[in-house]
């Protein structure tokens, strides 16, 4: 169903309307994690050493793992838009960490921040994607997810024109100019004061006429238990092997650009990847959002064209790599000697991995809508939010080892690739089922109303009842 059975007529304030607290998690994504993203994209942080970049990084998505998993209790004792600007807090420190370090060679700085930002960035991670599901109206949700993520997506464009322009004589190895670094402290410090804008629950004006559902806080330390709990469910495992795999092999990704690239090829891919991933987030969001097929066919589609893309890249950089090992190149790879060969790869997968990972949170607001328990969308995005974390602590912990070759590293990227597939079409399988039944898209009124039709949790998605998805009706 495309739009809802009935329609507020109420005249909605447009800073209290669903676009705009979209826009408000958006330009808080852009100035924190997205900022940080435009310095990630060019390999171990831009650092000239590539151990100590990525070493900090696992240090930190280490961290986010118990912060993640407090999401929910923070959302609870403080709300929504407390709990954004709590985590929006911890990326400056980074961000001035990576100056003192390209400028002075300031060790514990980094791992100190690294601390810092891994114990706060796990709430914004926690918070950002639930509240953009938790605000927006069902029938809308795919275009919410792709304002917030395009936006997000538009920070390592924006980056990555500041990495390019201040390092573009660069045409050899090494790390970006700490001046680089400077831009990024300044725009993370702006980050909290943006999402002091964002709108509480109970104040959101929804175009259904219907609240924000708020959580039923069950206190601080037995929301983290419950939070730890979700892990039970077969869906939430399955989840949490997508999520996990989406953030496992970025950091594959930018150890190849860092180890090959001349600094300022780097700092050009930080700026077209993303120009790449906003194309694909706005076509997919409208594929997802049309109606004229079966959810079921768009979703697969969907995927399958996603995994096709990522798999093609992993090869194709796995047979680069094992050349490079062989015979290294003479001279760093740069836009003046032919590096197009080597550059597509990276662009390709790296923006399919993005694209794949906007697409699970559609999954997530279907497999896991608010009425299957007050709460549970928040803790279980809190639960696969910390699992990618620690997907990718060891992922970067592994590229910071000097005894892993990097074409070792793409065999492993594949291999859980698979296992994530695996898992994917477990998750479709429950979507098609659920789809055929006719429970897949229901109406605002229906999806929000008491007596909506619920989904057991524990149930088997390949169980059928009459002729489909098995659900309980209280």
Known sequence: MSTPDLVSTQKILWWRSVPFNAVVVG?????????????????????????VGNASTACAYALIIPSALAGSAFMGKFGHKWALIIGACGYAPF???????????????????AIICGLTSGIFWATEGVTVLLYSEPYRKARMVAIWQSIYCAAPI??????????IDLNKKGGLRPKTYAVFVALNCIAPLAAAFLTPAHKVQRT????????????????????????????????????????????????FLASYFSV????????????????LYQLIGVILDNKRWQARYRIVSVYAFIQAVSLMSFIWLIVLSRRFEANPPETAL?????????????????????????LFYYFAAWLFTPKEGKGRLTRI???????????????????????????????????????????????ISYIWSLDKSGNFEMSPNEYDSSDEKSVDMDMDPMKKADGGAAVTVP
């Open 27 to 51: 330009v808080a994504s852009f100035l924190a994690p997205g900022m940080y993203s435009a310095m990630a994209a060019t390999g171990a942080g831009g650092l000239a050493s590539i151990t």
């Open 95 to 113: 961000s001035a960490a990576y100056y003192c370090n390209s400028s002075f060679g300031t060790q514990w700085f980094l791992i100190f921040s």
């Open 158 to 167: 924006v980056g990555g024109a500041v990495n390019l322009a201040l390092n």
């Open 208 to 255: 259904d006429g219907q609240k924000v559902k708020q959580d039923e806080y069950a206190g601080f330390w037995k929301e983290i238990w419950l939070t730890i709990m979700e892990m039970k469910h077969p869906r939430v495992i399955a989840c949490s092997l997508l999520w996990s795999q989406s953030l496992f092999s970025p950091s594959y990704y930018g150890t």
């Open 264 to 279: 300022r090829t780097r700092a050009l891919g930080s700026l077209v990847n993303p120009v790449m991933t906003i194309i």
């Open 334 to 358: 740069d836009w003046s000697n032919n590096m197009g060969y080597a550059w597509a790869p990276y662009l390709l997968g790296l923006a399919a991995q993005h694209v794949q990972y906007g």
């Open 381 to 427: 995005i809190g639960t696969l939010r910390s699992a990618e974390s620690g997907s990718a602590a060891i992922a970067y912990g592994l590229n910071a080892s000097r005894t892993v070759t990097l074409s070792q590293i793409g065999f492993i990227n594949i291999a859980f690739s698979v296992v994530a597939i695996i898992a994917g079409s477990y998750i």
